[in-house]
C-alpha cells in the first residue's frame, strides 16, 4: 500500500506561518527557559558556559529544521498554479 508523499509534507503558507510563530514566540520562549536552567544550576567554568550556551543556541533549530526549509524561497504553489493557466 502506497501513501502520498505530498500529505507528509506541509503546504508552504502552512510552512511559512509556522515559521513566523516559531521566530516571535517559540524563539523568546526558548530563550527564557534556556537563561532560567542555566541560571538555576550552579556557576559553570568559562569553558563550560561557553560550550553550553553554544549547543543550545544551536540546537533549538534540529526540531524546526522542516519548517524552515525553503520559507524565503518563491511560493512553488504559486508558480504551479500560474503555469496551468
Known sequence: ????????????????????????????????????????????????EVVAYLFLGIAWIFPLKRVFLGVGQPDPEAARASDET
Open 1 to 48: 500500500m502506497q501513501t502520498d508523499p505530498s500529505a507528509k509534507q506541509m503546504s508552504y503558507k502552512a510552512r511559512k506561518r509556522w515559521a513566523l510563530f516559531a521566530l516571535l514566540v517559540g524563539m523568546p520562549a526558548y530563550i527564557v527557559i534556556v537563561l532560567n536552567l542555566m541560571a538555576s544550576i550552579d556557576r559553570l567554568p568559562f569553558w563550560a
